[in-house]
């Protein structure tokens, strides 16, 4: 069982909004589903915003979190081993993790704690997250904010503002 993961995705979305039919027609953002016992990420990305939509003429989509390329990317290297050049190579260019094997959550560029883009799994983390800011990166905690997670590992800076709040329940 440990050996297994299955994946079910849809090469094309749905609308939030039905057609003159009272169908929906193909959209920009679909649900990507990962099982196995070794994904470690519950949840990548957040529910959609209902009130947030992109869209022309009538035509309302949900706003896509995570390119797909990214889940091969974890798939192609901590999966199968493949290598990042490799990776690269059949993916046409080099894409973030989304810690999908991984018990932490890492920071993917430089940005606000409080930014989902921030962080891997595009969702701010939670009390129950272990954290890695990685090497090169400034993650920041602005005046007035708070955060907290189980625990945190500062490869990079970590700069929590006067004012704000931080804690750890590790």
Not at 68 to 82: E, S
Request: hydrophobic residues 35%; neutral net charge.
């Amino acid at each position: 069982e440990d050996k297994v993961i299955g994946m079910t995705f849809s090469e094309f979305g749905r609308r939030a909004n039905s057609n003159y039919s009272l169908g929906t027609d193909h959209g920009v953002a679909a649900p990507l589903i990962i099982f196995g016992t070794n994904i470690k990420q519950q949840m990548i990305g957040t529910n959609p915003n209902l009130s947030d939509l992109t869209g022309i003429n009538g035509n309302f989509d949900l706003k896509m979190q995570i390119d797909f390329r990214r889940v091969y990317r974890d798939i192609l290297q901590d999966w199968f081993g493949v290598s990042k050049y490799k990776s690269d190579t059949l993916l046409f260019r080099n894409f973030d993790t989304i810690s999908l094997f991984q018990d932490s959550i890492v920071s993917i560029k430089n940005g606000n704690w409080s930014e989902p883009s921030t962080w891997s799994v595009n969702r701010v983390p939670n009390r129950n997250d272990k954290i890695v800011i990685q090497q090169e990166h400034r993650v920041t905690i602005n005046s007035n904010e708070s955060a907290e997670c189980r625990f945190i590992t500062i490869d990079g800076i970590f700069d929590v503002k006067h004012g704000a709040f931080f804690n750890t329940y590790g």
